[in-house]
């Protein structure tokens, strides 16, 4: 697979550092009542970030998502930190705001219900007593919502997670 190191203005659309803000969904819940909010994360992942790019082709395509290359950038579009991976709903791609607010608030919480299941899932696994300490714990990514501010389209979310390795799980 191409390790990208650089992008270019011909293969992504990139959104200044300014126009670009990074939110963390979090679900709690207090007396019985479920709670969710986002919260603002600042600066971006790499301080150096002076763009945010978004490839323009998908790079693979699930039943419901695409998946696109994402970075953080520095002035000279060289890549800042970790490759990440844009998700986009293939039901919400031209619904507008309101429909892509709710594409991302329902993945983000489903993404927390899945983190809270694998936590109870690994705490139970840990208390069998004929399970290896070895064997493979189960664990969600963490998950950013970042808003671009579009030019042509307005504020647009898009939930962004870390790339995974593929090729380290054949090791």
Do not use: M
């Not at 203005?9 to 990139?14: A, G, I, P, R, T």
């Not at 709690?28 to 490839?55: G, I, M």
């Not at 507008?96 to 329902?106: C, I, L, M």
Request: with cysteine; net charge negative; aromatic share 10%.
């Amino acid at each position: 697979e191409e390790i990208v190191l650089r992008v270019s203005e011909d293969d992504y659309w990139l959104y200044a550092a300014d126009d670009v803000s990074r939110e963390i969904y979090k679900v709690w819940y207090d007396d019985e009542n479920k709670r969710h909010a986002t919260s603002e994360v600042a600066p971006l992942q790499h301080p150096d970030t002076c763009f945010v790019a978004l490839n323009r082709k998908a790079f693979g395509e699930g039943a419901e998502r695409y998946a696109f290359r994402f970075f953080e950038v520095g002035q000279d579009l060289q890549v800042l930190g970790n490759p990440l991976v844009a998700k986009e709903s293939l039901l919400v791609l031209d619904c507008g705001e309101e429909g892509r607010d709710k594409f991302v608030r329902t993945f983000c919480e489903t993404q927390q219900l899945a983190r809270r299941i694998a936590a109870e899932f690994n705490r139970r696994l840990d208390k069998l007593k004929r399970v290896d300490d070895r064997t493979p714990r189960v664990s969600f990514l963490d998950c950013s919502v970042y808003e671009l501010n579009d030019k042509n389209l307005g504020k647009q979310k898009v939930l962004v997670e870390e790339k995974l390795d593929h090729l380290a799980w054949h090791k």
